[in-house]
């Protein structure tokens, strides 16, 4: 089949967004039907992306680390009903009750997230001001030790993300398997899988021949070479890897467990890896999302059950997702910060099954919204303003030598001729429309009516 369709689409995204470069893979069953690499892995050296670069795949770090206590429940070295407290000394107990090592594997463990992991992101990459020493668990420890004031809602009675949660996991891990995390991962994870390129430590990287530069995308569209969090970040997000290494990793969940005949989880296990446990506070076009242990699940995908990860460790991201059903996935990883990973691995996954991705919802969003972008004049362009994109909603601003306003607009009803939004003046909802038909875009915003005639500088 031809994936014109897909190459034109991620080019355009990464184009819109200062992508530096971007590796893609797609599997059917056990094998790779097709790769492709676009932009720069090296933007000063002018090296260019391929299907082998290294990437740092954040949070996709997480579903090796659930499928690591999987392994070991199935050995009998712990449940994954086991109270944490057994194994780490962390005294949470929010609303008085004991974490178990689920609530942590699904992020429903009554903590908000304490944004360890941003902070020491932010930290080593020079994008924020705060610094936490966190290099081992005794850090980590020591930062969550006033965490129970911090704490919501009663295990298993809310979802919310938290790194921290999975950053425990690991250390439960070295526990009850007697190595290092990474150690552990490498032998009963990476090994069975031929994933020969996939790393936690910063020599090893180094010393690999296509590695991908981390690059901050600043607001301005500027790319700046930076660094990963080595050593900061552990079982919630610090492996990095390629989208050919990944793709023997989405068969194995494929294959229920198994790999060309070698097996790393039972099948029963695997679907539990695969079942919702905690639904997803957002709303979804494609029905209630829900988190099970290391992967999210969405059920109506086109027809389908989606399961999948994002990841983003600012200076890269990543994606993987999986249809078991029509034993299709795919593996995307970036060296930046840029258009929705996830949204490009549905546009393939779409693709793959055979229905028009430019009918997926948010496509159809994006498309209309750009639509209406760009500069609008009233009569005689007595007064002119511009109508931006700011990811889902649109902005109106308008300036002059001496001020500006920005004003936000929520959308309605983006869709026809008629497109409703709306902004709040003085606590008073207002309404705002665009009329879109054969002879342009008009806009009716306060008391005026205006045309758009032209893009924005």
């Given amino acids: ?45 002018g090296l260019a992306a391929t299907p082998h670069t290294l990437y740092g795949i954040g949070s996709v770090t997480k579903s090796f680390t659930a499928l690591a206590i999987m392994q ?85 009675e809310r979802w919310f993300y938290l790194n921290e949660g999975y950053a425990l996991l690991g250390y439960v891990i070295e526990k009850c398997s007697g190595m290092p995390y990474e150690e552990y991962i490498l032998r009963h994870v990476l090994a069975p899988l031929g994933m020969e390129r996939s790393f936690f430590r910063k020599e090893q990287v180094e010393c690999d021949q296509d590695a991908a530069v981390p690059y901050i995308v600043a607001e301005n569209g500027e790319r700046k070479a930076s660094n990963y969090s080595y050593g900061g970040l552990s ?49 979804s076009p494609f029905g209630q999302g829900g988190y099970g242990f290391g992967l999210s699940v969405l059920p109506d995908f086109l027809g389908c059950k989606l399961v999948g990860h994002g990841g983003s460790v600012l200076v890269s991201t990543a994606y993987i997702g999986f249809i078991p059903e029509a034993k299709l996935g795919i593996a995307i990883l970036a060296n930046g910060s840029g258009y929705p990973l996830s949204q490009l691995g549905m546009y ?91 002879a342009g875009v008009r806009l009716i915003y306060e008391r005026y009516l205006l045309r758009k005639t032209g893009k924005l500088l």
């Fill in 1 to 45: 089949m031809s994936f014109a369709k897909l190459e034109e689409f991620t080019f355009t995204k990464m184009s819109e967004t200062k992508l530096p470069g971007l590796s893609m893979a797609i599997i059917k069953g056990n094998e790779v039907v097709w790769t492709r690499a676009f932009g720069y892995r090296d933007l000063e050296r």
């Fill in 72 to 156: 070991l429940a199935e050995q009998g070295k712990l449940s994954y009903d086991d109270y944490l407290e057994d194994y780490a000394p962390i005294n949470v107990r929010p609303q008085g009750e004991r974490i178990r090592l689920f609530h942590l594997m699904n992020h429903s463990s009554g903590i908000p997230a304490l944004a360890y992991a941003e902070a020491v992101i932010r930290g080593v990459t020079g994008a924020g001001e705060n610094w936490l020493p966190i290099a081992s668990s005794a850090d980590l420890f020591t930062f969550m030790s006033d965490a129970q004031d911090w704490t919501l809602a009663r295990p298993g």
């Fill in 235 to 283: 079982a919630d997000g610090a492996l990095i890897s390629s989208v050919l290494d990944l793709a023997p990793y989405v068969s194995m969940y494929l294959g229920q467990g198994e790999y060309h005949g070698r097996r790393v989880l039972s099948s029963e296990l695997i679907s539990l890896m695969a079942t919702p446990q905690c639904a997803l506070p957002q709303q």
């Fill in 348 to 438: 393939g996954l779409a693709l793959m099954l055979g229905k028009d991705p430019d009918e997926l919802p948010f496509v159809r969003q994006e498309k209309a919204l750009n639509e209406l972008i760009g500069t609008y004049e009233t009569y005689r362009g007595t007064m002119k303003i511009s109508v931006r994109r700011m990811g889902d909603l649109l902005t109106v601003e308008t300036k002059d030598k001496y001020s500006s306003i920005i004003v936000p607009l929520l959308p309605e009803n983006i869709f026809g001729s008629n497109r409703t939004f709306y902004t709040l003046s003085a606590g008073v909802k207002l309404p705002v429309e665009f009329r879109v038909d054969e």
